[in-house]
């Protein structure tokens, strides 16, 4: 199993089009991709600049796959300009 947590920050008055952006990423990823586990996105309450992916990936391959995905590459094209700065990204390996 692979975890993934990515952390978006966004650009003030933008929080709004990267949240629907999510949303449909959110729903894309959960129909579509057969080796992803977990796709979920969370926001801080404390914060509406940030935007908090949790994943989870059967493999590494899933996960490229995911990568590679005709909807997750429309989605970084779609919030490229509204992010502050590039996407954090930590991959996990889960305690066995």
């Known amino acids: 199993m692979i975890g993934l947590v990515a952390k978006l920050s966004i650009k003030p008055e933008k929080e709004n089009q990267v949240a629907d952006a999510c949303k449909e990423m959110v729903k894309a990823v959960n129909e579509k991709e057969t080796g992803c586990l977990f796709y979920e996105a969370f926001k801080p309450k404390d914060s509406l600049s940030e935007i908090w992916f949790l ?42």
């Open 55 to 96: 994943e989870k990936y059967t493999s590494m391959e899933a996960l490229e796959e995911h990568r590679q995905a005709k909807h997750y590459l429309e989605f970084r094209e779609k919030i490229k300009d509204y992010l502050a700065a590039a996407p954090e990204v930590t991959l996990l390996d889960q305690l066995q």
